[in-house]
């Protein structure tokens, strides 16, 4: 194991190639220490996280863009406690010893992903706290079901763009344009929804050449939101923090704008990928899910053990020298959070094989203070969209082979270039005006009838406080296991709650063949809002 880097930053190496040299695509560097970006780490990141694990242990040193020497925190508990001890770990870029002495340039490619913002995810302490307080409050009033609505109807609209043609590339036509759809209709700017927008969002996080001007573009599409939104206010998330008491300005509110933006759409865009991905190339994985054995929300949760949408994030920057992972770090380094590493940790997860739905420790969101504040608007984008698509295409198949499929990648993650899929043409179906983002205003003595469901008998094998597994049989026709009913509830805007009759009671195990998919399809619509 080694403790501190080979060489530091600013030191005598020799002449260190650009960044866009071919040189660069070695996967080794100066002092052997092994570059995070390059063919080798794009092509097998997993690969490289078990090289790394064996050399270093849970804190490795590697290489950015350039050469610039940083942390990569590879272990669960080695990366939990960097982020949840802003203390010893800063969120402030600019205590970067790499920059302060020049070794890192303004113009870096990853210079988007690293300069300091005035924004949340780059402040610590009171300047974090209000900042974030705006974000979360703003975040309470988005209408989760209006969410799911909206979710549903953009869905079946991008269907229907494709239904007619019996081909589709998942990636380009569906997962990379569903996110950005919702995302830019919750922000309150669904008209500056188009291709551009899409392809500045991918660019910006992937160390490019032109990810300086595809940051700028977002940027200024999000300024004149803002600017239009003091003048004219609506319902939506950019006059929520607009109006926020914490009094941000226009800046504050369009670079958070930003953040909320690329954050939300690169990880759901990779999540909805990877989801559609490993239901046309796993039989088992497809199998479970088709078969009732697995929900759509549990499918997602072991997606983001296994293939998290961001693999890493970066960064944190120690405030004095500290030790972690039995590595020496010194003031001023950069360290890396490692998510799927962490995801993959022996010590957590010894058998990669196991089943893990139900089980929300890993760390695809972060955590600490600084955890994604939007992850169930992400839960929500994908669960309502793999579920609206397959319910339209259940027939459909991976049109070319495993081994053609591709990713490009960067510090930050990996996606899928194309997932092209066959299936049976057919018509487009109707689809409705979205609803209203926020909340409405309901009087108090409205009330909702929602379905609970209430277990008389644990389930063996399942982790405490998991959702139950769904197995041949169950009630409000979810594939349900022995011991579970549904009832149906009224909750009323207090929270209090009047348990009513039991709304189908127990289903008998023999069932007519027809009978699970059309209460499979009245679930589903229950839990896409319609």
Known sequence: MTTPFHYEPGAAQGPVPPPEC??????????GLRRLYGPEAERDPHGLYDKLRAEHGSVAPVLLHGDVPVWLVLGHSENLHMTRTPSQFSRDSRRWRALQDGTVAPDHPLAPIFTWQPVCVFADGATHERQRGAVTDSMGRIDTRGVRRHVNRYSNRLVNDFCQEGRVDLVSQFAERLPMMVMCAILGMPEEYNDRMVRAARDMTRGTATAIASNAYVLDVLTR??????????????????????????????????????????????????????????????????????????????????????????????????????????????????????????????????????????????GGPHECPGQDIGRAIADVGVDALLMRLPDLEL????????????????HLVELPADFAAREPQ??????????????????????????????????????????????????????VTSTATVTDESGGTSAGQSAAGRIPQQRSETAPARLWRAVSRWWSGN
Do not use: C
């Not at 939506?236 to 504050?252: I, Q, S």
């Not at 049109?399 to 591709?406: F, G, Q, R």
């Open 430 to 483: 109707d689809d409705k005006e979205p609803p209203s983002m926020g909340k409405p205003n309901l009087p108090r003595q409205d009330r909702e009838v929602q379905p609970t469901v209430r277990r008389t008998a644990p389930t063996p094998g399942r982790p405490p406080g998991a959702a139950p597994a769904p197995a041949s049989t169950g009630a409000m026709g979810v594939p349900g296991v022995p011991g």
């Open 22 to 31: 071919p040189a660069h695509g070695l996967g080794t560097g100066p002092g």
């Open 399 to 414: 049109a070319v082979d495993e081994s053609e499929l591709s990713w490009i990648g960067n510090i930050l993650g990996r």
């Open 225 to 366: 939101l803002v600017q239009r939104r003091r003048r004219e206010p609506a319902d939506d998330f950019a006059t929520w923090l607009v109006d926020h008491p914490a009094g941000m300005n226009d800046r504050e509110v369009s670079e958070h704008l930003r953040l909320i933006l690329i954050a939300s759409y690169e990880a759901t865009a990779n999540l909805i990928a990877n989801v559609l991905r490993m239901v046309l190339t796993d039989p088992r994985f497809r199998a479970r899910l088709s078969g009732g054995h697995m929900t759509v929300p549990e499918a997602v949760e072991q997606i983001l053990w296994d293939e998290p949408p961001f693999t890493a994030v970066f960064g944190r920057w120690a405030v004095g020298d500290t030790e972690l992972g039995g590595q020496q770090i010194k003031a001023g380094d950069a360290l890396i959070v490692g998510i799927a590493p962490a995801n993959t940790d022996p010590v957590v997860r010894p058998d990669l094989n196991a089943d893990m739905e139900g089980n929300r420790a890993h760390l695809a969101f972060s």
